[in-house]
């Protein structure tokens, strides 16, 4: 006996109930059935000769009569990909669940996946069916992709568990996929789904990112710096270049991927430099003069190849002498001595008005407090002269 359960969607999904008997036990069972819904007029001639007896009281209720309707109409008439479909002499000789799945999965090739009573309630075989699609997006799937995946289930079964983030938590995943983001453009998890192009954006820097690790591996012995395009020039790596200039340019690209900017070759350093100090009349810059053409990267590299003295005798260059210090080589110089807390507090007081916070590098090289500088470096650091001193930490720029 066929009975049609379920309400009446707008979709063509649709969800009825067989209601049959053994050894006089009645219990039902659920059928998904997705099919090509008809005018109801077809539907109502062609299942009028279906309705039992003891369901005519019912069969003037509209709402009963569409449900009937629609399962019987589907059995019988609905095509396959396969376009075959029951007939009524099959259906006829339907006398169990058996029979019925036989009929189905040899002439409509239906798969019966229903899933036992208590099934969902289950961690494990939540985590089952989750597998292979956590294998292929990396993390639990959002909403719209198991919808789109006709995976309903899933999305019912992981909101009985309390939703993503709290089966996330328990499974040791993600709950959200990493996505690429552009900092001058957010996209949710759905529009990067659905989005080709985006996606393709994504995956295109994800192989870049990869060959710029083993790259900066090779050369700095860390995973997130990039070299200088020249840098990449000398090592032949033609298509890595070709892609960052594509994105923007290496300063962009290192914002994307999170990656810092190495430092530049001695060799890179010593043009830039030559050429500054042609217009300077063939003198070394200072690094005041430095900071007010913005050629802070400089700055770092001259620090880094051993400060002005040493760059500017390779390079050969004068240095510009300090009043009261006569000119020539200082190179050789005995390091300044560590000021006493008293006395950088003191130094401190004397162009700072709030006492309570630690100036950072930009505020001291733009007063020109060099030896502030090199005090607060020598001691380890902007955070941890604050915490020697007392004083709060804001930290703009590097030491």
Not at 318 to 339: F, I, T, Y
Not at 364 to 388: E, F, M, N, T, W
Request: proline letters at 4%.
């Amino acid at each position: 006996m066929l009975v049609a359960g379920g309400p009446r969607t707008k979709s063509t999904s649709f969800v009825f109930v067989l209601e049959y008997s053994t050894n006089g036990n009645p219990f039902q069972r659920k059928i998904s059935l997705q099919r090509k819904v008809f005018a109801y007029q077809n539907l109502v001639r062609a299942t009028r000769p279906w309705i039992e007896p003891r369901f005519a009281s019912f069969y003037k209720h509209t709402h009963l009569k569409q449900k009937l309707g629609y399962f019987c109409f589907c059995v019988m008439k609905a095509k396959v990909s396969t376009g075959r479909s029951l007939t009524r002499p099959q259906i006829d000789q339907v006398e169990d669940l058996s029979s019925l799945e036989e009929a189905f999965e040899s002439a409509l090739r239906v798969v019966w996946d229903r899933k036992p009573k208590g099934y969902w309630s289950s961690i494990e075989n939540l985590a089952n069916e989750l597998g292979r699609l956590i294998e292929k997006y990396d993390s639990i799937p959002s909403t719209a992709e198991l919808r789109q995946r006709k995976k309903s289930s899933l999305v019912k079964a992981i909101a009985d568990f309390g939703g993503r983030k709290v089966l996330a938590d328990v499974m040791g995943l993600r709950a959200k996929k990493l996505k690429w983001k552009e900092p001058s453009l957010e996209r949710d998890s759905q529009e990067y789904s659905f989005d080709k192009e985006k996606r393709d954006l994504f995956e295109r820097i994800k192989r870049l990112r990869e060959a710029l690790s083993i790259i900066s591996f090779r050369k700095y012995g860390v995973f997130n710096r990039i070299p200088s395009l020249k840098a990449l020039e000398r090592m032949k790596l033609s298509t890595v270049l070709k892609e960052i200039q594509e994105l923007g340019g290496i300063a962009k690209v290192a914002t994307l991927i999170n990656f810092k900017i190495g430092e530049k070759e001695f060799d890179e350093v010593a043009c830039d430099l030559l050429q500054i100090g042609a217009s300077l009349g063939y003198r070394f810059p200072t690094m005041k003069e430095l900071n007010q053409m913005g050629r802070s990267d400089l700055r770092r590299a001259v620090s880094l190849y051993g400060g002005v003295s040493v760059v500017a005798q390779r390079i050969g260059l004068e240095v510009l002498a300090k009043a009261g210090r006569p000119p020539g080589d200082h190179s050789a110089r005995k390091p300044q001595r560590l000021w006493s807390n008293e006395k950088l507090l003191k130094a401190l007081k004397e162009f700072q008005k709030n006492t309570t916070m630690l100036p950072s590098a930009n505020e001291l090289v733009s007063l020109g407090r060099y030896d502030i500088l090199y005090q607060i470096r020598a001691r380890g650091g902007h955070r941890k002269v604050a915490c020697q001193l007392g004083l709060k930490s804001r930290r703009q720029g590097s030491y």
